[in-house]
């Protein structure tokens, strides 16, 4: 058994130790925020903070997070209400939406290390998630309007 927290609540996973977080989130404690997307560490749609620092779920075991704190995209904002996910609504990011809350978990930390990011500080933090529809524009708007209003 490992336990941990997840956005604030404690849990306790019966999952076998090297299970993917991934899984584990979606399966077992059914937060399908977090998408499936490569498997393999290069796409980042499962983006999720271990300890406040971004992780891809996919390649994170289930016993590296034992007695940490993860936060999910539903945990960022149970109502849709943190600054990011308005600035996503309002900037009309999303097209297929699949590769969004990687996004935007990936956007949290940055805009948490750095308040204040430039273009180049966005562009270069957010490419380590990718985006199949191509909105890579309006991410970095959002970024930096989310950087604004915070």
């Known amino acids: 058994m490992t336990a941990f927290r997840v956005n604030g609540e404690a849990v306790v996973s019966r999952a076998a130790p090297d299970t993917a977080l991934l ?11 977090t998408k499936f ?3 393999a560490g290069m796409c980042g749609a499962c983006t999720v903070h271990v300890d406040g620092e971004p992780v891809y779920s996919c390649l994170t075991a289930l016993s590296d ?25 309002a900037e009309q990011v999303p097209q297929c939406g699949y590769c969004q809350s990687g996004q935007i978990m990936r956007a949290a930390a940055l805009l948490k290390e750095n308040p204040n990011p430039s273009r180049a ?30």
């Open 23 to 33: 899984w584990v989130l979606r399966e077992h404690l059914a937060l399908t925020g």
């Open 65 to 89: 997070v034992a007695g940490m704190e993860v936060t999910t995209i539903e945990g960022l904002s149970p109502d849709g209400s943190h600054p990011l996910q308005r600035a996503w609504v």
């Open 121 to 150: 500080e966005i562009r270069d933090t957010m490419s380590a998630n990718l985006c199949r529809c191509g909105t890579y524009n309006r991410i970095f708007r959002a970024v930096e309007r989310a950087a604004e209003e915070a």
């Open 37 to 39: 997307g490569c498997g």
